[in-house]
């Protein structure tokens, strides 16, 4: 599986989820409290890795690292903070069509100032249950629970190269990216 050794599966197996596979196979059973055969995601605080820092500590395959963390709105590391790009895509299932999950894009940014930081090629995807799957898992879990599992997410972190030819990033995805540069344009009154 890539460069993570600490995970006991079969020869050539790779990890290369869908949107969908993600949310519904791996994050609802986790929200839900239910065991993931194989256990391979690791669960990580976001706030302490800078995203080189990936490697060796979350599931890598390729030049992707997946991780679980609780959902925050303060994405601040070591060296700096992701910044959301403002897009957010719906998630649906290949079969109904349904609505199950919301993916929203970050780019990291190196620096201390959220106006002034340095922008990077280092992009997360952050996959969260939608909020109808989430009010209902938690109608059906025990009250006293003190952990709120709605708030998992599953983050895909990968640094875009230039001379990556979109191998990584869909024609959307790359359109959704873009849009974080309009605050920069100015438009004619």
Same mark, same amino acid.
Request: net charge negative; glycine share 6%; with cysteine.
């Given at each position: 599986?890539?460069?993570?050794? #600490?995970?006991n599966?079969?020869? @050539?197996?790779? !990890?290369?989820?869908? =949107? /969908?596979?993600?949310?519904? %196979?791996? $994050? ?14 690791? *669960?990580? %605080?976001? +706030?302490?890795y800078d ?10 395959? @390729? #030049?992707?690292?997946?991780y679980?963390?609780?959902?925050? /709105? ?11 790009t ?10 109904? #069509?349904?609505?199950? @999950?919301m993916?929203?894009?970050?780019? !990291? %940014?190196?620096?201390?100032d ?6 990077? #090629? &280092? ?6 249950? +939608?909020?109808?799957?989430s ?7 025990? +009250?006293?629970?003190?952990? *709120?599992?709605?708030? &998992?997410?599953?983050?895909k ?5 230039? =001379?990556? /030819?979109?191998? /990584?990033?869909? +024609? ?7 849009? *974080? =540069?309009? *605050?920069?344009?100015? $438009?004619?009154?």
């Open positions: 599986m890539g460069d993570n050794n #600490n995970v599966l079969p020869p @050539g197996f790779r !990890f290369c989820p869908t =949107d /969908e596979e993600l949310v519904v %196979h791996f $994050l609802h059973r986790k929200a839900s409290l239910l065991p993931c055969h194989p256990h391979v995601i690791p *669960d990580l %605080h976001l +706030s302490p995203p080189w820092e990936l490697h060796g500590t979350a599931l890598a395959e @390729g #030049n992707q690292w997946y679980y963390s609780r959902r925050t /709105e303060n994405r601040v590391t070591g060296n700096g903070y992701w910044k959301p403002g897009m957010e895509e719906a998630v649906v299932t290949s079969s109904s #069509n349904k609505r199950v @999950g993916k929203k894009y970050f780019v !990291f %940014h190196v620096g201390e959220p106006t002034g930081g340095i922008k990077t #090629n &280092w992009i997360m995807q952050e996959y969260s249950l +939608s909020d109808s799957a009010s209902t898992r938690l109608s059906k879990t025990k +009250s006293h629970q003190k952990t *709120d599992y709605s708030k &998992w997410v599953i983050c972190v990968y640094e875009l190269n230039e =001379d990556d /030819e979109g191998t /990584e990033l869909s +024609s959307l995805d790359e359109v959704f990216l873009s849009l *974080d =540069d309009l *605050d920069e344009i100015s $438009l004619p009154n």
